[in-house]
């Protein structure tokens, strides 16, 4: 089957499994076709679901995948020791593990089509990443500053370390400053864990959760650092992605330091 045929399947089984989405007029465009099926599944509850849905999933997220540029973490230099900075999509990056900014139920995002890291991550791993993150929460939230490992499914990195940032409101506190120094030695130290050798950090908070970039990126270098000090041999790579020139300018800031 081919992309657009994959599409129409998928679309069939989700609107028959949820009678509500009649309602919405199905597109015939493909990219429409498609992000409304992105959308669909960004708002499903993690439900039980035939094997066969699945694998038509797979194969669509896989062929999709060789439409894209892949980036292996092999060709990313380090600015120091261990350290790479490194500008574009965390769905894209071939390395150990990739880091997700989630939120406390660590099952993704449940806004279609958001344009949240958590949400990029899930549409691109596929819904068994939503199934297996719920069989490890089994409904509890987790702790901010604290994380979980889950494989990557179909997106090319290894391995996807879920780290839950705090959420910024008003002004910024030590906490919160605690937390989220917390959220980058609690992956390093699952990586770790899991003799991960290479893993890629986003700007954690800094999207929806609101954390100054400034403060974060700080932060972020700082405990990475640190974190070296005490485990020099522990990565081959540990890789900052930035998303955007602004968040770039921030780290390479620090890093000049
Ligand atoms: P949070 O809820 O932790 O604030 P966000 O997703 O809103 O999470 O943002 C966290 C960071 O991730 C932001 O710097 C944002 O620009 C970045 N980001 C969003 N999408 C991607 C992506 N696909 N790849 C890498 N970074 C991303």
């Known amino acids: 089957m081919n992309k657009n045929e994959l599409v129409d399947k ?3 089984y989700f ?7 009649l309602k919405y007029e199905r597109p015939t465009d493909y990219s429409e ?4 099926l992105r959308g669909i599944i960004n708002m499903r509850p993690p439900l039980g679901i035939d094997e066969k ?5 797979d194969r669509l997220l896989q062929l999709e995948l060789e439409d894209k540029f892949v980036t292996d973490v092999k060709d990313i230099s380090c600015v120091e020791d261990s350290i790479a900075l490194w500008l574009g999509d965390i769905t894209t990056l071939k390395i150990g593990a990739i880091v997700n900014a989630a939120n406390e139920y660590l099952l993704g995002c449940f ?5 949240c890291i958590d949400n990029a991550i899930h549409t691109c791993a596929g819904i068994r990443l939503r199934l297996y993150c ?11 500053g604290k994380a979980e490992i889950t494989s990557a499914f179909n997106l090319p990195s290894d ?3 879920h780290t839950v940032g705090p959420i910024v409101y008003g002004k910024l506190t030590d906490k919160q400053k605690k937390e989220l120094a917390e959220c ?20 954690i908070s800094t999207g929806v959760f609101h954390f100054p970039k400034d403060e974060a990126s700080k932060i972020a270098i700082n405990t990475v650092r640190d974190y070296l000090k005490k485990e020099p041999k522990a990565f081959d790579k540990i890789v900052f992605n930035v998303f955007t020139k602004e968040d770039m300018n921030y780290y390479e800031d620090i890093l000049k330091n």
């Open 184 to 203: 980058y030695i609690s992956c390093l130290n699952l990586a770790k864990k899991n003799d991960i050798r290479t893993i890629a950090f986003p700007s």
């Open 111 to 115: 806004i279609p089509n958001h344009s």
């Open 159 to 161: 391995y996807v370390i």
């Open 15 to 21: 609107v028959n499994e949820d009678k509500r989405l």
């Open 53 to 57: 849905i699945l694998k038509m999933e």
């Open 134 to 144: 719920n069989e490890i929460m089994q409904g509890k939230t987790e702790k901010t």
């Open 10 to 12: 998928l679309l069939d």
């Open 33 to 36: 076709k498609r992000s409304f």
